[in-house]
Structures are given as C-alpha cells and as structure tokens.
C-alpha cells in the first residue's frame, strides 16, 4: 500500500476487501491478529495465583485458600443474577490491592497477560479510591499502576494508557478529585477519565461537575452507560457529561433517535458481550445487539470488561462474535480498526500505529 493510499484509508472507515466471506475463523487466527482493547478494569483482571500469592503476603483472609475455589467465587458465569451480584467479585480482588506492590504486580501481570494474544494497545481502567484502605495516597496509588504497565511495556512491546473511574453510587466530590488527578497526570500516562459502578438510581449527571472539569482541560471521556439502566443514561453521558465513547451501551437500540445520533456522531461504543450476558444487560447471547449495530454502521469496539471476572479474553470475545452473530474474518478486521481508530491516543501515535497495524491485518 502507497502512503498516499494508506492516508486515504486512515481517514475514512476502513473495510477490508471482502474476498471471500466463507474463509475459516479460527481461535489461532484471531490470537494473532493484531488488537486493541479499550474497556478493561485492572481490579477485575487479575490472576486467581497473584491474589492467592498476595493475600498471603498481606495477612489478607479471603473466602478461600485454593485456586477452584476461589475461582468459583470470583467468576459468577452465566449464572450471574445482576451487575450488582456481579459487582461481588470486587470484593474479593480489591482487598489484596491495597499495597504499592500489589498495584504495580496485577498492572505488569495484565500487559503480560494480554501480549499473548497479540494486543498491541490496552486502556487500563480503574478508581484509585477504592484501594485507600491502608492509607495509600491517591498520586501513590496512580504511580504504582503506571509503573507496572510502563515495565510490562518495556519487557513485552504493548503500549497502554490509564483510564481514571468515578464512581457512581459514591459522593460525587469523589469524582472531583479523581478529576482532578486525571487532569494533573494528562500525558504522563492517563488518556481519560471514566464513570463505572451501580448504574440504576446514581445518574450520570450528578457527576457532571467532574466532567465539565475533564473537558475543560481537554482531556477524553468515557462513561458506563445503557448497561443496567436504558437509553436515557446514555443520553446523559453524552449531553450531560460530553461522552467521547460509550461503555457497553447496551441498550442503546430502544431509543432509535439516540442512536441515530451516535452514529452520526461516531461515539464508539466499548462492547464487553460476555460481561452483558453475565450481568443481565442482554438475558441471552441470541439477544445481543452487536449485530445490529454494526450492521447499522455504528462505530463498535470488542473488549473483555474483566478478564478474570468473565473468564474471558480478547480471543474469545472475538470467536464468540464469530460464532454467535456470523463476524467473518474481514468483519472482524474491520471491528479491530475501528478499535484502533477510538483509541484515545494522539493523532500522529495513532496513525502510525494503524500503519503497522493495517500491514500487519492485510497478511490474513
């Protein structure tokens, strides 16, 4: 590909030719691809061992002692009742995060974990004020886990970014402070701010103060909206809150309007389907809208939510789309360089990123 092509191709929604639909996908396909993930919570991705190792380490009592069953506890499955029953696992993964050496140790684990599967970029989420109950500072708390990914950069080549969370159903002057961190480490490592937790009855824009605070500094927006709750929250994250994606927006497609508009606009949408079916935001895998919006031309990214908690990968998260909703190999292509596209990384990073990116696809 000329560089004048490849500038074309970068500036427009690029589709892959469809040479032939019917070429197989596979698990060992997909592993190689190259790929991006955009929605992933640190506390919910850590390794059974590393919290087994660590909680003997801090005199930590969990529910369990061995790695079944600890497991058990901390992946609900398909059987999972409710986000908030699946908010449960946390419990469990944020007592052994308390510590420096903790954070640092799950934030190098997790770039370990994901260059197997040839991600080549990551978006770490997570709250430092859920892991002050030593006392830890929240700087502390954020420099740890920067550290731990800028190390596991250095040893296994993926580059990532922080995504900093408030959260919902806590006193929005949180929000404000973890704004406030945000803002005072963009460029040293955190790419955008976020707002997670239980999302019936804590409204978006009750943190809209930390939002207007983000945008005013120019930083990038993300918010969990249209997971646990309908269309209507993910209105508010986008007009109340300045939203650049979306996290799951699941339900998106009651509100046709609202949709149209997120299409228009080219909101990404950060789909976690394993995580949806788990939570209840979709009762069946049959019933998941994510054909329906690509279908529809919306901007969709596949990313694991929590790789431990979900028991999933990107791998898998790809294959189920394969296998559940017909995502041929150049549909899934496609899929990765919109991914690429919504990453909130700076134009020029980004563009070379896709250069590689886009050669690197081509040879399947």
């Known amino acids: 590909m000329t560089e004048e092509k490849l500038q074309q191709e970068i ?3 690029y589709v892959f030719p469809k040479k032939d639909d019917n070429k197989p996908v596979t698990e060992e396909i997909i592993k190689k691809l190259p790929k991006v993930e955009l929605h992933c919570h640190l506390d919910g991705s850590m390794r059974v061992e590393t919290i087994l190792e660590e909680a003997e380490r801090q005199k930590v009592k969990l529910p369990a002692d061995n790695p079944d069953k600890l497991k058990k506890m901390v992946q609900p499955g398909f059987d999972c009742k409710s986000l908030v029953d699946y908010l449960k696992a946390f419990d469990i993964t944020l007592s052994v995060l308390q510590e420096e050496e903790a954070l640092y140790r799950a934030a190098y684990e997790l770039i370990e974990d994901v260059a197997k599967e040839n991600v080549k970029y990551i978006e770490v989420r997570y709250s430092p004020i859920l892991h002050q109950k030593k006392g830890l500072g929240l700087v502390d708390i954020l ?9 596991g ?10 995504i900093i969370c408030g959260i919902r ?3 929005p002057k949180y929000s404000m402070k973890l704004a406030e961190l945000s803002v005072a480490y963009k460029n040293k490592g955190v790419v955008a701010f976020d707002l997670a937790g239980a999302e019936e009855d804590y409204p978006a824009k009750e943190h809209r103060e930390a939002f207007q605070l983000v945008l005013k500094n120019n930083l990038n927006s993300t918010t969990h909206a249209g997971e646990a709750y309908g269309p209507e929250s993910i209105h508010q994250a986008i ?7 979306i996290g799951h927006g699941t339900r998106l497609f ?5 949709l149209n508009y997120v299409n228009d606009h080219r909101i990404p949408l950060e789909i976690c389907i394993s995580s949806n079916i788990q939570t209840k ?3 069946r895998f049959e019933d998941h809208p994510v054909r329906l919006y690509y279908d529809l031309g919306l901007r969709i990214t596949l990313n694991t939510d929590n790789r431990l908690v979900s028991d999933t990968t990107l791998t898998k998260e790809f294959m189920i789309a394969h296998e559940y909703y017909g995502f041929t190999l150049e549909e899934i292509k496609d899929i990765i360089i919109q991914s690429f596209k919504s990453a909130f990384i700076p134009y020029r990073e980004k563009r070379d990123m896709l250069r590689k990116v886009i050669k690197e696809l081509e040879k399947f």
């Open 254 to 258: 009651e509100n046709g309007d609202l």
């Open 239 to 245: 007009h109340y809150c300045g939203a650049h994606r």
């Open 169 to 171: 159903n806590i006193d």
């Open 143 to 151: 420099e740890a886990v920067l550290q731990g990914l800028k190390q």
């Open 11 to 13: 500036g427009k929604e």
């Open 281 to 283: 935001a979709v009762k």
């Open 153 to 162: 950069e250095r040893d296994f080549g993926v580059k990532s970014g922080v």
